[in-house]
T-cell receptor, first 114, second 109 residues
């Protein structure tokens, strides 16, 4: 089945210790997104890639970086996690130009910072 | 600023009907989405409205009034598995998706 796969599902790190979260997709969608979601809050868009074009949200901290080495993979790097970065990180994909542009989400990576 | 408002929490009884409202103020409008999110899981797509009126999909229906900046999600014949958060999201004039904080729906036997 075509899908969006995130790894790891659960990540525990120490304050300041870098973390990398990965996302892969078999949907052949041209847009990939990284969202941060804290409990009972709306998902917050961190970045998105439209094909190869990288789009950083204005309020995304510099501590967050992203890489998309090819159309199927995307990575989220948190260089120095703080306690406030503990959250669920959601990867999503969509095919722009296909009408509704529905987002397909991965299962998420839950980050705990000790 | 852009804003999506939905109730924080609602409670309903198994087998009943519940309506979850969403009002929005955005710069332009290019469609409204409803997503379901079970606790600790990712959102999954439920419905999409871009024109006024009712879209029906099985037990779930979604309504849109663009002139009122208003939508609702109607869930019929509630089942325990419908206990989840329901997120309303609007695509604005720049095709950016603006998300509500979600409505937590609690189903009681």
């Amino acid at each position: 089945d075509a899908m969006v796969i995130q790894n790891p599902r659960y990540q525990v790190t120490q304050f300041g210790k870098p973390v990398t979260l990965s996302c892969s997709q078999t949907l052949n969608h041209n847009v990939m997104y990284w969202y941060q979601q804290k409990s009972s809050q709306a998902p917050k868009l961190l970045f998105h890639y439209y094909d190869k074009d990288f789009n950083n949200e204005a309020d995304t901290p510099d501590n967050f970086q992203s890489r998309r080495p090819n159309t199927s993979f995307c990575f989220l790097d948190i260089r120095s996690p703080g306690l406030g970065d503990a959250a669920m990180y959601l990867c999503a994909t969509s095919r722009e130009g296909s009408g509704a542009n529905v987002l397909t989400f991965g299962a998420g990576s839950r980050l705990t910072v000790l | 600023g852009q804003n999506i408002d939905q109730p924080t929490e609602m409670t309903a009884t198994e087998g009943a009907i519940v309506q979850i409202n969403c009002t929005y103020q955005t710069s332009g409008f290019n469609g409204l989405f409803w997503y379901q999110q079970h606790a600790g899981e990712a959102p999954t797509f439920l419905s999409y409205n871009v024109l006024d009126g009712l879209e029906e999909k099985g037990r779930f229906s979604s309504f849109l009034s663009r002139s009122k900046g208003y939508s609702y999600l109607l869930l019929k014949e509630l089942q325990m598995k419908d206990s989840a958060s329901y997120l309303c999201a609007v695509k604005d004039s720049n095709y950016q998706l603006i998300w509500g904080a979600g409505t937590k729906l609690i189903i009681k036997p």
